[in-house]
């Protein structure tokens, strides 16, 4: 527990002097809000629509934020790697899950940070939440949980390709996660029958739809079970790939 | 008993164990069935020309790279079955760094020693000591490792590697691309963890005055196999007590020379258009040396008697100099070098 603590600390020390890769996903996020809840707040008046277009919107601004979080963690491993001063970490007597789930802790912390400023702003701009602060600080774990199942996968990709350009083109296939999806308008708006089936068995679909219940709906179990259930199994998947990886990367060659 | 305790206990095993220890990359076996038996307390010299199998040797014994056969224990425990106590007891500086360039030198001391289970207040004060032995006391504190010259880099690694006083030192390279005086620094601080805390030190070298002035014992690899062993005034003393180095107005005369001694000196060894010659008493020779090549008419533009260094151990076990060796690897034609 000491080891991770430590390198929880050594990553959020590394990251926070990286301003350059952090401020750009923060910036986009923070774009996403101002632009669409801006630009296409009339889909709130579409018959069938409640609630207020920010409130829609948001969890998008959010999960976006959480690709920022990931780059971190995959980058921080690409750096470590390159230096070799991830062999001389390997050479420690360190927990080995501490060594891998550390930077990935702390890429979730600097994206809880960062969602905590993007709430702020959407408060600022009127967001009103139907479960109060509760109901942020839901949005906040699901953001966490999100961010390091994205982590999860950038890591494993890192150790996998040792490749700085692979990791970052890696975290791409996010973005089809996060546009094929009831993105923009609820589903019952989208015509497309093959986005309806995209945002099906799109993962983010079942985040948006738990944090959007909380902001707009209220408490209500069913989305939140299945968005947790969503986010458990897709944290979990990654997460096995990035220790499977971590596993052969630190073992004798 | 901690790490930092028994490193200046006496009777603790600091000892390297090598058997028949052999690794295979693909078709090219970077170490062959080498053999070495390393007491404790030794400072222990390996030399070799880059490629030769030293740094692979070193990763081996620091449980970096898996061995392909053979056995081979640090400190009393197995490379291979005990992998933690090994790391435990072991500091390593590799040829490569191994720095955050992001981190500070005591931000990346102090969480070197604190991952070996050093508190934060203990390892605090073991950063401001290292920084202090490795002398980069005098850099701005702020500053960050990736802003560092490549000696400072080097001496910051090796601060690195004693943050948990380790029981057997690996320095592979320790001091290539140094200046003469941050060279001469880390010599000193060598024989210091060598004689106050009884380290055993694996050092790898390509510098034969080095190895010359700090190892009690040295190997020499070539091609991954040990061709040399002993100490360095065991390995001088088997080519002879003296040699006599002559020079030539031209290469061919070297050549010639060469051949003409065969009978008179029957251990020469020519570089560099220099001839020479191993005997026990070199001043004996000399009379013959003069006469048989004034026969030959061969013109000999300068003799001189020498002790044999390390450089000569060198080339007979290896059949090149060390320069030769460096040229070779980085892609220059070695000259001609005639042994017998």
């Known amino acids: ?253 | 008993m901690t790490t930092a305790s028994a490193a200046r206990t006496p009777g603790v095993d600091r000892s390297i164990a090598v058997e028949q220890l052999t690794r295979q990359f693909g078709d090219l076996r970077a170490v062959d069935r080498v053999d070495l038996e390393i007491p404790s307390g030794e400072i222990f010299g390996f030399l070799g020309a880059n490629g030769a199998g030293k740094s692979t040797l070193v990763k081996m014994l620091a449980t970096i790279l898996a061995p392909s056969a053979g056995r081979a224990s640090v400190a009393g425990f197995d490379v291979r079955r005990q992998q933690g106590k090994v790391r435990r007891a072991i500091g390593v500086a590799l040829q490569e760094v191994g720095l955050d360039p992001l981190m500070t030198a005591r931000e990346l001391i102090v969480l070197q020693a604190q991952l070996f289970g050093t508190s934060t207040g203990p390892a605090r004060q073991i950063a401001e000591r290292l920084i202090a032995t490795v002398g980069l006391e005098d850099v701005d504190a702020r500053k960050r490792v990736g802003d560092y010259s490549g000696g400072m880099k080097r001496r910051l690694d090796l601060a690195l590697a004693l943050a948990h006083d380790p029981l057997v030192l690996f320095l592979d390279e320790p001091t290539t691309g140094l200046d003469p005086a941050s060279r001469i620094d880390i010599w000193n601080e060598v024989r210091r963890l060598n004689s106050e805390q009884g380290m055993t030190i694996f050092l790898t070298t390509q510098y034969l005055e080095e190895a010359d002035k700090l190892a009690g014992h040295v190997a020499i690899i070539d091609h991954g196999r040990i061709v040399a062993q002993g100490t360095p005034a065991e390995l001088k003393r088997g080519l002879g007590e003296e040699v006599v180095e002559l020079s030539f107005e031209t290469a061919d005369g070297a050549e010639r020379a060469a051949s003409v001694l065969a009978g008179v000196a029957p251990q020469c060894r020519l570089s560099d258009g220099v001839l020479r010659c191993y005997f026990p008493v070199a001043a004996r020779e000399v009379p013959g040396i003069v006469r048989a090549l004034d026969q030959a008419s061969v013109p000999l533009r300068g003799l001189s008697i020498d002790r044999p260094s390390l450089d000569d151990v060198f080339l007979r076990a290896t059949g090149e100099t060390v320069d030769h060796a460096r040229e070779r690897e980085a892609g220059e034609p070695a000259p001609a070098t005639v042994t017998r």
């Open chain 1, 1 to 253: 527990m000491t080891d991770f603590f430590i390198l929880i600390v050594r990553s959020l020390r590394t990251y926070l002097r990286q301003p350059a890769a952090i401020i750009p996903g923060f910036a986009i996020a923070v774009f996403f809000l101002f632009v669409y809840s801006a630009g296409l707040s009339s889909v709130a008046r579409l018959p069938g629509f409640h609630g207020s277009y920010l409130a829609f919107i948001l969890p998008v601004a959010i999960v976006s934020a959480a690709i920022g979080g990931a780059t971190l963690a995959g980058e921080a491993f690409i750096r470590d790697i390159g230096s070799g001063y991830f062999t001389k970490l390997v050479l420690t007597p360190t927990n080995r899950l501490a060594l891998i789930w550390g930077p990935i802790v702390a890429g979730g912390i600097i994206l809880v940070a960062q969602v905590v400023v993007i709430l702020v702003l959407a408060l600022i701009m009127g967001l009103g939440s139907a479960t109060g602060p509760a109901g942020l600080l839901v949005v906040l774990v699901f953001a966490f949980l999100w961010g390091m199942a994205f982590s999860g996968f950038a890591v494993f990709v890192a150790l996998r390709t040792k490749n700085g350009a692979a990791t970052q083109a890696a975290t791409l296939i996010f973005f089809p996660l996060i546009f094929l999806s009831a993105t923009f308008v609820p589903r019952q708006y989208i015509t497309s029958s093959w986005l309806k089936v995209a945002t099906d068995i799109n993962p983010t679909t079942y985040v948006f739809n738990a944090m959007r219940s909380v902001l707009i709906d209220g408490w209500r179990a069913g989305p939140l079970l299945v968005g947790l259930a969503v986010v458990l199994a897709f944290a979990t998947v990654t997460g096995a790939l990035a220790l499977w990886q971590a596993r052969r990367a630190t073992q004798l060659k």
